[in-house]
């Protein structure tokens, strides 16, 4: 049973002892301003890094910041009042692959609401983890903050649901960062009977474009909106659960079809402009699932004989089990519709973000007050869909990683 | 032209120009019948940018990812018409795919089948020992690629032995019976590569007992993969089997469930060989443009024999590489290549693992997210 110990740093320490510590020491209080200049350090620090940041990293360097830790804060101080929110105690973290960044997300957000934690990291560590954990664990070693580094854990190690059984036991908070598959296999191990779970499942994401915008917005814009396309979509080489996979055109048929030409022309010519690392294999993924797509009779029109990106798939049908299919990589599906609300009965539990160009706040606010019963958790303009907030997949974290403790005898004498 | 006049004694006899035109036409007029009876297939067709023409090239012609027969039903012929599903192997959670074959698509694998191996042991029907056991039958019309080769040996032969017992045991006493009928005879022994090393090499060297089969020929198919680690590589197996078995001759051949009754033969040279009925094409994995002779890609695989379901242009997950056409020294015309393994795929990172999940099933991919 090989479990290797990423943070802390320190030589000749064994899980299980690192683990006890942390379960024993008192956790620390809700944006503890140790807590908060460890944060504050750790995006200083990745900032003299800048260089060698992608920008998904560049991203939580900002979020780490002093402003926008102060801006959560404030939306923090505001949501508790003059309650009594206290961390829930020890939180493990499960975080997936696919995202590098989303392991401190996760401790970050569970830490500012004072809690202790322990993260279990995937085995396959890519550059940028190697370079976060590196980052995090020179931070940590400095001697201001001991507390915090009496408070964290991050191991790896493989399928082994007796580490995961052990972990649990000593946990008060489970968060499982998908997918469905994981979370099954994970519930299998049972949690001490006051502990919570939060779970994110596999999820699925779209977007929509207003047709009329896209023609009436000058060249530079029309560009912004593919590199904000790219971002969301190729950058993640697709596979993150909020990364649009289904396109929704809104319009009449010309103005679509026009509005079609100016956005794939500059999302082609960003492509042959940007180095995109994709898998190996990725051709064969894309041809098996578009004739797979046109085999159901879901698509009717495949933009290539071959694996081109960007790949697009014309549906017939918006299938409910179209889901399913997606293997991500590069390929967008797409289909009109004349209003945005059209797309409502579309839309099923699973789906999580709309991200969306060109509609009005007052479209947007029609369109979210008429989502009960269907899906989704959130609308963001296109390029902000792989922004981590504090509400995430209809979790308010905040919430979830604190308990509130109750006092009705305050007026007695 | 029929196909069945490839099926000769010696089926390498074409040359590129005339094989190339031959195959272009007769696998055009394939897609156009697959076309018109099996809807899934035209949807296909019909959703490609770029209509397909008669051509000369056989490169030129639509093509399926053999994935796909793992994720629902290509058919081309009425149900009533299957006598046979055919299923590919795969491990405990692997996905198989399922191949529907009718009376007329079984006939002409048998018949090509025997071409290919009947031109290599010279005669038209000979004794077979298959280095296998039974298995027992789940099902009357599903059957599994493993049994189905059994099977295509069977009805080469003019009498066969099957070697082991369920419990994968050489049956001594039947072989000793076997060998004194044959005695004279030339022999053919079939079996999948590790079953051949495990089950019948291994327990004859435990045995320190060496088979004397002068004039036999051995076949046998399955990849190295799983035995990579005791026969160390393919010099070393023919070695060690021909000093254990008396051998002459032994002939690696490769061939897949998608492509039933193409068997491509190594020659004397250790080439694979594409017999006049069949063809390969080579194809970069990303762009899937097709590449010439020398470098290494995808295999795509040509086959006329595939009249119940598309799997007449298949791109397969193997890597190879072609070497030659026409001048390979064995002295046989077409094709000559290698193939280098299944393709291996770079490491599937996701939320969720649809992708990995309904290409590779559990077992084989990466587990999500951990």
């Not at chain 1, 504050?40 to 800048?50: A, H, N, Y």
């Not at chain 1, 550059?127 to 201001?144: A, D, G």
């Not at chain 1, 006051?194 to 779970?199: D, H, L, P, Q, Y």
């Amino acid at each position: 049973m090989l479990v290797k110990i990423l943070l802390p740093k320190r030589a000749n320490r064994e899980w299980r002892r690192l683990l006890s510590q942390i379960t024993l020491v008192r956790p620390m209080k809700p944006f503890a301003s140790l807590s908060l200049a460890f944060m504050q350090e750790v995006s200083k620090v990745l900032m003299i890094r800048e260089r060698s940041l992608n920008s998904e990293l560049k991203k939580l360097t900002h979020w780490t910041n002093k402003a926008h830790l102060m801006k959560i804060y404030q939306d923090y101080k505001a949501k508790r009042q003059d309650r009594f929110l206290l961390p829930r105690g020890v939180v493990l973290h499960f975080t997936p692959a696919n995202i590098d960044s989303l392991f401190v997300y996760s401790w970050f957000m569970s830490l500012l609401m004072g809690n202790s934690n322990v993260i279990r990291l995937s085995r396959n560590k890519s550059p940028q983890i190697t370079l976060l954990l590196e980052v995090l664990n020179n931070v940590l070693s400095q001697k201001r903050f001991r507390p915090i580094q009496e408070r964290s854990l991050i191991v790896s190690y493989g399928h082994q649901q007796e580490i995961t059984k052990e972990l649990s036991q000593r946990c008060h908070v489970r968060v499982i960062w998908g997918g469905d598959q994981t979370i099954r296999e994970i519930r299998a191990v049972s949690l001490p009977s006051r502990a919570i779970e939060i779970v994110f499942a596999d999820r699925f994401s779209i977007a929509a474009i207003k047709a009329e915008t896209v023609l009436a917005a000058s060249a530079r814009e029309v560009n912004k909106l593919a590199k904000n396309t790219y971002h969301d979509t190729l950058f993640f080489t697709q596979k993150g659960c909020f990364s649009p996979k289904l396109f929704f055109w809104i319009g009449k048929k010309k103005a679509i079809n026009n509005a079609k030409q100016r956005f794939w022309s500059a999302i082609e010519k960003l492509a042959s402009q940007e180095e995109i690392d994709w898998p190996k294999g990725i051709g064969i993924a894309r041809m098996t699932t578009g004739y797979r797509y046109a085999a159901e009779g879901i698509a009717d029109e495949l933009s290539t004989v071959s694996t081109k990106f960007p790949y697009r798939i014309h549906l017939q049908k918006v299938k409910k089990n179209l889901r399913e299919i997606h293997s991500g990589g590069g390929i967008f599906l797409e289909a009109e519709k004349t209003s945005l609300m059209a797309i409502l009965e579309l839309i099923v539990p699973k789906d999580q973000t709309l991200s969306v160009y060109g509609f009005s706040g007052h479209e947007l606010k029609r369109f979210a007050s008429q989502l009960s019963g269907y899906g989704l958790d959130r609308i963001v303009p296109i390029g902000q869909a792989s922004n981590f907030q504090v509400v995430w997949d209809g979790y308010d974290l905040f919430t979830y990683f604190t308990r509130e403790v109750t006092i009705n005898a305050l007026k007695e004498r | 032209m029929n196909i069945e006049h490839l099926f000769t004694n010696h089926p390498y006899l074409l040359k590129a120009e005339k094989k190339q035109k031959l195959l272009a036409n007769l696998l055009w007029k394939l897609s156009l019948q697959h076309k018109n009876h099996c809807p899934p297939y035209q949807r296909i067709l019909e959703a490609l940018p770029v209509s397909s023409s008669p051509t000369d090239r056989i490169e030129d012609l639509p093509m399926l990812p053999v994935r796909l027969f793992k994720t629902r039903e290509f058919r081309s012929v009425p149900q009533g018409s299957v006598i046979r599903i055919l299923q590919s192997s795969g491990t405990a959670s692997q996905i198989p795919a399922h191949i529907y074959i009718d009376k007329r698509t079984l006939e002409l694998a048998a018949k090509a089948f025997l071409s290919v191996i009947g031109s290599a042991v010279e005669k038209k029907r000979f004794p077979v020992i298959l280095v296998d056991t039974t298995s027992p039958i789940q099902d009357e019309n599903t059957i599994n690629i493993r049994n189905y080769t059994l099977q295509a040996w069977k009805h080469c032969s003019s009498d066969f032995l099957l070697l082991l017992d369920e419990a994968m045991n050489i049956k001594w006493k039947e072989l000793d019976a076997f060998l004194k009928k044959t005695g004279g005879e030339r022999l053919v022994l079939f079996g999948f590569t590790f079953i051949i090393w495990q089950h019948l090499y291994q327990p004859l060297v435990k045995r320190k007992l060496r088979l004397n089969l002068t004039d036999g020929i051995l076949f046998h198919a399955g990849g190295w993969k799983k035995i990579k680690e005791h026969a160390k590589d393919s010099k070393a197996f023919k070695r060690n089997l021909t000093k254990q078995l008396g051998l002459k001759k032994i002939y690696n051949f490769y061939g897949m469930t998608e492509l039933i009754g193409i068997a491509f033969l190594e020659c004397e040279r250790g080439h694979l060989h594409t017999p006049d009925f069949a063809d390969i094409v080579i194809r970069d994995p990303d762009s899937l443009k097709s590449l010439p002779k020398g470098r290494q890609g995808l295999i795509q695989v040509f086959s006329p024999l595939a009249r119940s379901f598309p799997g007449h242009s298949l791109l397969t997950e193997d890597l190879g590489e072609v070497l030659g056409e026409d001048d390979c020294p064995c002295g046989r015309n077409g094709k000559y290549f290698r193939v280098y393994g299944r393709m291996s795929w770079a490491e599937i990172r996701g939320c969720s693992n649809t992708y990995a999940y309904q290409f590779y099933g559990r077992s084989n991919s990466k587990k999500e997210c951990l």
